[in-house]
């Protein structure tokens, strides 16, 4: 008792009483982080990554749908004109029959006028006749519909007349050419 009254006096006068041993802790060190920020940062990082990879992929997810739906678009675009010229095929079979069964010349220039202009919207659309007369009867462009006997010295299988045109556009047939071929 006699020690707890010495410290209390000399407290009293100013001093600052040493503390207990089990209440001292070992000095920090200067520049080492504490474990329970270094946790704290380890686990930002890994947030940081994780959401970075997150924004990538989201990204790219984007930017493939953005083309995809650009092409499709297009796509759609360009088969729909095609659509459009297709329903035109019927109108130029007539032209070439009346100009092959016209008489008058001037009704025949007209005629012929009428299918060039038919000819150039064609090739402007990029869109080529399939016209295989004397060719090997090919059946991705073609449909037989009929078959002749050949002549003399003329081979089988070889398209002998084309009764009609058919069309194709980038390698896309939009209309088989129908044929006659020898048997």
Known sequence: MAEQEEKKETAAEGEVPAPA????APPEQEGAPMPDLTAQLEAAKAELQDVTRKW?????E???YRKRTAATRSQAY???RADVVKKLFPIADNLDRALESCSDEATKQGIAMVLKS???LLSEEKIQPICPLGEAFDAEKCEAILAVDPEEGEES???KQVYVKGYEQNGKILRFAQVVVTR
């Open 78 to 80: 360009a088969e729909g």
């Open 62 to 64: 984007y930017e493939n």
């Open 21 to 24: 041993a089990e209440e001292t």
């Open 56 to 60: 990538y992929a989201v990204t790219a």
């Open 118 to 120: 038919f000819e150039k």
């Open 157 to 159: 299988g070889i398209v």
